[in-house]
């Protein structure tokens, strides 16, 4: 059974140093996880390496994407750098088409350049989405600044993976202090920070209307729908005050694909499926901050508790047939 693991992380010399020149190893708990072990060594590697881990673990194709915070806190100079990634991406998916895809890196800060760069992603170098790593500054991604992006996308109906970013300055200062550096930057981040500000970045988007305008709009959310599902008794509540045209569980069931992001657990997978649709799982490991060694990715596929025609949708084809509707 072909597995397409589907939010698998890279990064480039050139954007870690820009990370290292505005500080971000201070101010944001990921940056300096990148530095852990292999980390560094594992995201550089678009070739024989890496391809040797997916082996490994049993992954066919990894759909690859520039780690977090991606591009989000560089200025005007993350036009150019933008597309030298993509660029970078579009080489290694040409050296091996059967083992990679991509997703765009977008300049998002710099929001028309961004667009014109999702398009060239998606029509000329043939990538499979787009990543978008939360809040550029103090903006969150519903603002208006971002429209242009976002008609790109639902124009086209381009996946959207909105992957989680530190949970921002205040919600820190407020939350996490006192409890010691080490525990105030895990609780930022991979524990509890990163997921928080994830659902909420999707909650704004939904709220917004944005998937009224563009209902053939694929969101993305990782390691089980980033703590959205499991308030749902609670944020349907919305629906009394919201203007929206339906219910929030429509657009769960319409607009939202759910990805395992590592966490291997039968038990989420269930309540995931339960809430969108088996048709609706995508499976990922989020390589390489989850690797673990000895056929796993493959070991979880074949002990999930799915069978037939949901198994090999969450392994692959759920995947396939979202990508087969983005409009070129």
């Not at 659902?199 to 993305?220: A, C, E, N, T």
């Amino acid at each position: 059974m072909k597995i397409i693991a589907t939010e698998e992380h890279m990064a480039t010399h050139e954007v870690a140093e820009a990370w290292h020149a505005l500080g971000l190893e201070a101010r944001d708990p990921g940056v300096a996880y990148h530095r852990v072990g292999d980390i560094t060594k594992r995201l550089l590697d678009l070739s024989a390496g890496r391809i040797a881990l997916m082996d490994e673990a049993g992954v066919d194709v990894q759909v690859l994407s520039l780690t977090t915070p991606a591009l989000h806190d560089l200025g005007p100079d993350s036009v150019d750098m933008a597309r030298r990634v993509n660029d970078l991406l579009a080489e290694a998916v040409q050296r091996h088409p059967d083992r990679f895809e991509a997703m765009a890196t977008l300049p998002v800060a710099q929001t028309e350049a961004a667009a014109r760069e999702l398009e060239r992603c998606i029509v000329d170098l043939g990538f499979s989405g787009a990543m978008l790593c939360g809040r550029v500054g103090d903006r969150n991604l519903d603002h208006p600044d971002f429209t242009a992006i976002f008609e790109v996308a639902g124009k086209r109906h381009v996946p959207l993976l909105l992957h989680p970013r530190v949970a921002p300055d205040g919600a820190r200062r407020n939350w996490f202090v006192g409890l010691g550096d080490q525990v105030e930057a895990a609780l930022a981040s991979y524990a509890i920070g990163w997921h928080l500000d994830a659902g909420f970045q999707f909650l704004r988007l939904v709220l917004s209307g944005l998937l009224d305008k563009y209902p053939g709009l694929p969101l993305i959310l990782g390691h089980w729908g980033e703590l959205v599902l499991y308030y749902l008794d609670r944020l349907v509540a919305l629906d009394r005050v919201s203007s929206l045209d339906h219910p929030l569980e429509t657009y769960l069931r319409r607009n939202v694909f759910l990805g395992a992001s590592g966490m291997f657990s039968s038990e989420h997978l269930r309540r995931a499926a339960g809430i969108v649709g088996p048709e609706r799982l995508l499976f990922s490991s989020d390589f390489p901050y989850q690797y673990r060694p000895g056929n796993q990715a493959r070991a979880f596929i074949e002990s999930c508790g799915l069978t037939g025609r949901d198994l090999e949708g969450f392994a692959s084809g759920n995947w396939l047939r979202m990508t087969a509707a983005i409009l070129r």
